[in-house]
Each structure stands twice: as C-alpha cells, then as structure tokens.
C-alpha cells in the first residue's frame, strides 16, 4: 500500500540555519509523483515542488533544495539559511498508479519553526 | 490563469443545522476536484473526489455529501452537523490526466466551528 512517512513532527530552528525535512515513501509501482506543499499559518496549502519517479536529479530553487533517492524511498527537502517566513507546516505526498494517479497520499507533515 | 475560490473563509454552525460549502474553479476544464479536511494540529484527509460531473467518489464514511452539479463547481453538504465536523476544509483542482499528476492547487479554506 502506498505510504508517506514524515517522522519530524516539529521542528524549531534559529533563522539562518539550515533544516532538512525527512519524507519516506512507500509504494510498489514504478512510475509515481512525488510532492512537497507548504501551508503557513494562514492555512492555504501552497505547490512547491513535484518530482517523477524517473528523475532523480535533485533540485534547487533559490534557497530550497530536494534530494530525491530511490534506493532508500526518500525524498528529503532542505531549507538553507532558514527566515521567519519559513515557518509553516511541510507536507510531502505520492501519487501512484495504484489511485490511477488521481489522488495524491499526504504524509502527516513537519511543523518548522524558525526562530528569529 | 486558473483560480480556485472557495468560501466561506470562516463558518460557525450550531450543532445539528445543514451545511454547505462551494469552491468553483477558473479557467480550466474537466478539472479533477477534491475536498480534504483538516482537524485541529493534524494531516490532510480526503473526503471525497470528482472527475467529472455528477462522479462522486468517497473516502469516508461520515455525516457529510459532496455534489458536482457543473464542471468547475465542487459542494460539500451536511444536513446534520455535529461537533466532529469541526475543521478546515479545503478544496483543490488538478489537471485530469491519465497516468499523470500534475499537483493540486488548493483554496485558502473554509474553518468550521460547530459549536
């Protein structure tokens, strides 16, 4: 069954920082879509990133950065010299052929907390 | 551009009293559409999805319904509310597509007290 796993469930960083936000996947078909969402206090979810099974190359985009590894089922994100702004909730979810790709598992998520 | 509008932001219901909340997409066509549920410091529930007008699929088994009587236009009802119905709802659209997942863009959410 497909599975995504966020074992931080808070984390407290001081600003500047850097963080990195674990996400363990299960599943057992080949081709699948991996996300991450980022929902601040205001409570809207915002796309961050998403990630097919076929592209490992990791990824950067200014200060966050994705590490995307098969062989261990992860799919880590990395938030580099962390601000204020950072602070929010981090979801990581799949989506798979099993849920014929309409339907995207949400990891229960990582609250971040950035100090200033 | 597409837009998602979902409302209302915030809802205090009584116990018991009928419940409806729309979300309408902009700008797209034949959208996958979703309602997620959100209780209080935890994760995203799915409590229903659409892939097309008037194809409702549930997750699960509650006290709540979900209709899509236009394409772009996602309800969720209650005729019943009850204090587990509290949370923040969310609704979300995503580019049909086989065998592909674009990602969802979401509302901004509607908070329900039931009081």
């Known amino acids: 069954a497909q599975k995504v796993t966020q074992a931080q469930t808070e984390i407290s960083v001081v600003e500047k920082e850097d963080v990195t936000l674990d996400c363990v996947y299960e599943t057992r078909d080949t081709t699948y879509y991996l996300f991450w969402y980022k929902q601040p206090p205001s409570g809207e979810l915002v796309f961050l990133i998403r990630?097919?099974?076929?592209?490992?190359q990791n990824e950067i985009s200014g200060r966050y950065s994705w590490n995307f590894q098969k062989s261990t089922s992860s799919f880590n994100f990395t938030i580099t010299a962390s601000q204020v702004v950072d602070s929010a909730v981090y979801f990581c979810a799949l989506s798979d052929e099993k849920t014929s790709y309409d339907k995207v598992i949400f990891g229960p998520g990582t609250s971040l907390s950035v100090i200033p | 551009s597409q837009t998602i509008h979902q409302w209302p932001a915030t809802l205090v219901q009584p116990v018991g009293s009928p419940l409806s909340l729309e979300c309408t997409v902009e700008g797209t066509s034949n959208p996958n559409l979703y309602w997620y549920r959100q209780a209080a410091g935890r994760g995203l529930q799915l409590l229903f999805y659409?892939?097309?007008?008037?194809?409702i699929s549930s997750e699960v088994p509650q006290n709540l319904s979900a209709s899509r009587p236009q394409d772009r236009q996602f309800i969720l009802s209650s005729k019943k509310l009850l204090l587990s119905d509290s949370g923040f709802y969310l609704c979300a659209w995503s580019v049909r597509a086989a065998a592909f997942n674009y990602g969802y863009t979401f509302g901004s959410g509607t908070r329900l007290t039931v009081v």
């Open positions: 659409s892939v097309g007008i008037g194809q």
């Open positions: 990630r097919n099974s076929f592209d490992e």
